[in-house]
């Protein structure tokens, strides 16, 4: 078979799930269930860990022989909306093309879920040495929420895993770090009047611009600490949504903006956030209630994962490394659910086909041949778990 052709077992999975709207604010049962029945079909059984609602699930399964360790492979089944974008291919539907398969989450990530499942029926006609896990998740894309409950769920099972394998799209090059994320609202709570009165009032959007500034400020150290294993070598802090006011005529009584903190390992997170709520609640929530008394500022988390960084010198990752011909130590921009597996214990590696090049841009796609490269890859995978291995 040429590399720039699908299997047929591998394009029909694939086109089935890119079928399916699976964009984070719908539910993904439909893909979930789909997954289900494929993995019964052939004998093997999965649990389900739904959200509260009951409107979209985490799927988890396990083959392989009883005991602790073995390798989860992992993915999540949500992507991003299309709202806005010129496609020029049907978002939901998988196109093949000049050696490439578009899609919204053909590269982040579909694909490596497709290849996931083309590759089961190996493993389960394979003797192998340890179990083998599949875990996959909802919601990571609005901040590895999902996966969080299935976490639990692992940390509760009598066996865990203890290696992974998570496909985001790296190009199939071994990921061994990325950097961590706090996201914070701030809610500035002012007086309104009219703005012809102004020193009356307490204008949210002018409280909420110092605490901004001191944001700017509060970023220049974290420049200092560097690791140039990242890029940018060092933690940054910025502000990416702003809103308030109702009138030009009228002092805003509101303003609330989003604070984004994307950080190195072993950076003190907390330090620095403590540092701004300290400066709103000693220096500018007094001057705001010394004009009105039910002024104020508050602060809201809206999500938070962990940074990653594995040993890229243990068995798992060396294998990795030699089977993709990498001896570099990769690290990504973007975040993972790694940290959080990390922290339940499971050592973690990121590797999939594609890249974030192309993902959450109109006419998403991921290469025919990076494809067929990561079913070599769960092929090897196999290989290396098995007991002749």
């Keep these: 078979m040429s590399n720039t052709t699908l299997s047929t077992p591998l394009r029909s999975l694939l086109s089935q799930l890119l079928s399916l709207d699976t ?64 496609w020029t291919h049907p978002p939901f539907e998988l196109t093949e093309q000049d050696g490439k398969c578009y899609g919204r989450g053909s590269a982040d990530m579909k694909g490596f879920i497709a290849c996931v499942l083309e590759a089961v029926p190996q493993f389960l006609s394979t003797d192998l040495r340890m179990p083998l896990y599949l875990a996959f998740s909802y919601d990571e894309e609005v901040g590895c929420l999902g996966v969080r409950s299935l976490i639990d769920h692992i940390r509760a099972s009598a066996e865990k895993p203890a290696m992974c394998i998570i496909g985001e799209p790296t ?32 204008n949210a959007i002018e409280y909420a611009a110092k605490l901004i500034h001191k944001l700017t400020e509060l970023s220049e150290p974290l420049k200092q600490h560097l690791d140039n294993r990242f890029d940018p070598p060092y ?57 009105h008394d039910k002024s104020n500022i508050q602060f809201e988390s809206l999500a938070a994962y962990p940074p990653l960084l594995t040993d890229p010198q243990s068995e798992f990752a060396q294998w990795l490394s030699s089977w993709s011909n990498s001896t570099e130590f990769e690290t990504v921009a973007f975040g993972t659910e790694g940290g959080l597996f ?10 999939g086909p594609g890249s974030m090049e192309q993902g959450h841009k109109p006419d998403e796609f991921v290469a025919i041949e990076q494809l067929n490269a990561c079913s070599a890859m769960l092929h090897e995978l196999c290989d290396w778990m098995s007991k002749k291995g």
């Design 342 to 351: 990390d922290e339940a214990g499971v050592a973690t590696l990121v590797c």
């Design 171 to 202: 190009s199939m090059k071994p990921v061994y770090g990325h950097k961590g994320k706090v996201a914070m609202r701030c809610n500035v709570q002012g007086h309104a009047c009219h703005s012809a009165y102004a020193p009356e009032g307490v």
């Design 23 to 86: 964009t984070s604010r719908e539910s993904n049962l439909a893909l979930i269930e789909l997954i289900q029945d494929y993995l019964g079909q052939l004998g093997l059984e999965s649990t389900l860990v739904f959200n509260d609602e009951r409107t979209k699930a985490n799927l988890y399964a396990r083959l392989g022989p009883d005991g602790d360790g073995g390798v989860m492979l992992s993915g999540h089944t949500d992507v991003v909306p299309v709202d806005g974008q010129a």
């Design 235 to 291: 933690s940054t802090l910025q502000t990416g949504l702003i809103k308030g006011g109702a009138a030009l005529n009228i002092v805003p009584e509101h303003c609330s903006f989003d604070i984004e903190m994307r950080y190195l390992p072993e950076t003190n997170v907390t330090h620095t956030f403590n540092e701004l709520q300290h400066y709103a609640a000693s220096t500018l929530e007094p001057a705001m209630q010394s004009v």
